[in-house]
């Protein structure tokens, strides 16, 4: 009997590709852009941690239950960054230890652009 292990995604080539279709919608990655991140664990307690933590490394943290209804708590992180793809895998790199390390999960990033003015 063979057993098959899930191939590992290529993530830093999902956001090249992110952030190529960012340009072709006219996005300026040359200015900063306001990026969110999302986390996902199963205790409250990790989460309020975990948002602790990452509002000492200056990022904007919301909170609350899953809005999937699931059992599972979000964390939303927030922050202006150049984006680039070394910016966005390093990120990516530090936030998906951080929600590993309580047994969560990193579920990527997203942005509408620039901070507002």
């Known amino acids: 009997m063979r057993f098959f292990r899930?191939?590992?995604?290529d993530y830093r080539a999902m956001d090249d590709l992110t952030i190529?279709?960012?340009?072709?919608?006219d996005?300026?990655?040359s200015r900063p852009s306001r990026v969110e991140?999302?986390?996902?664990?199963?205790q409250q307690k990790d989460a309020e941690a975990i948002?602790?933590?990452?509002?000492?490394k200056s990022f904007s943290v919301d909170?609350?239950?899953?809005?999937?209804?699931?059992?599972q708590w979000s964390v939303i992180a927030t922050h202006d960054m150049l984006i680039t793809i070394e910016s966005i895998t390093a990120t990516r790199a530090m936030l998906t230890?951080?929600?590993e390390s309580v047994g969560g999960e990193y579920?990527?990033?997203g942005t509408a652009g620039p901070p507002d003015e």
Do not use: M, T
């Open 37 to 42: 991140h999302f986390l996902y664990v199963k």
């Open 27 to 29: 996005l300026d990655v």
């Open 6 to 9: 899930k191939k590992p995604k």
């Open 63 to 71: 909170v609350h239950p899953s809005p999937d209804g699931s059992a």
């Open 107 to 109: 579920d990527g990033w």
């Open 51 to 56: 948002g602790a933590g990452l509002r000492q």
């Open 97 to 99: 230890d951080v929600a």
């Open 20 to 25: 190529g279709q960012l340009r072709a919608h």
